[in-house]
T-cell receptor
């Protein structure tokens, strides 16, 4: 079946540090890949997505590249801010499993001033 | 425009009671999904609809759980004879189309606590 594995958290960084949150997946075919973010007290919001190999999704300074050869979709940001503190979820959707999203466990990010 | 809304936002019930959770998707969205999220975990798929038709209910944990979307808009997730293990955040999402490339937009969730 499909699965998503995220790096274990929590992650604590200082403001302006570089962020990487690793995400690898297992799926048949060519899934679509997503990063969702959950800010404190809020619901899940789409951060970025990529629907085919070598695509790069980007939003709010975050980027992730769909790497078919390494089955990865790592999230990066060059300079984090305190306001980026949230839980980040990597997810996939595969044609073979309908439209359902399969999520990773989530990574808690805390950015200190 | 209005996003996905869910009600109630919080529900506390006693073991053995039935509960109904409501989801109002974004207007015009064809697909509607239900997920359950335990504390510290990612959401897990329960079921989804295209229009009023339930396409996949393989994620429903047992026959105490059911869902409907009779007019292809609002959906209700019903849990009968609730148990403490049903306590979780229940999340609803909708998307414009049924494709696996489409973005799902999530509501704020309903926090269910079974005492």
């Amino acid at each position: 079946g499909n699965s998503v594995t995220q790096m274990e958290g929590p992650v604590t960084l200082s403001e302006e540090a570089f962020l990487t949150i690793n995400c690898t997946y297992t799926a048949t075919g060519y899934p679509s890949l997503f990063w969702y973010v959950q800010y404190p007290g809020e619901g899940l919001q789409l951060l970025l997505k990529a629907t085919k190999a070598d695509d790069k999704g980007s939003n709010k300074g975050f980027e992730a590249t769909y790497r078919k050869e390494t089955t990865s979709f790592h999230l990066e940001k060059g300079s984090v801010q305190v306001s980026d503190s949230a839980v980040y979820f990597c997810a996939l959707s595969a044609e073979t499993s309908g439209s359902r999203l399969t999520f990773g466990e989530g990574t808690q990010l805390t950015v200190n001033p | 425009g209005a996003g996905v809304s869910q009600s109630p936002r919080y529900k506390v019930t006693k073991r053995g009671q039935d509960v109904a959770l409501r989801c109002d998707p974004i207007s015009g969205h064809v697909s509607l999904y239900w997920y359950r999220q335990a504390l510290g975990q990612g959401p897990e798929f329960l079921t989804y609809f295209n229009y009023e038709a339930q396409q996949d209910k393989s994620g429903l944990p047992n026959d105490r759980f059911s869902a409907e979307r009779p007019e292809g808009s609002i959906s209700t997730l019903t849990i009968q004879r609730t148990e403490q293990r049903d306590s979780a955040m229940y999340r609803c999402a909708s998307s414009t189309r049924t494709g696996f490339t489409d973005t799902q937009y999530f509501g704020p969730g309903t926090r269910l606590t079974v005492l």
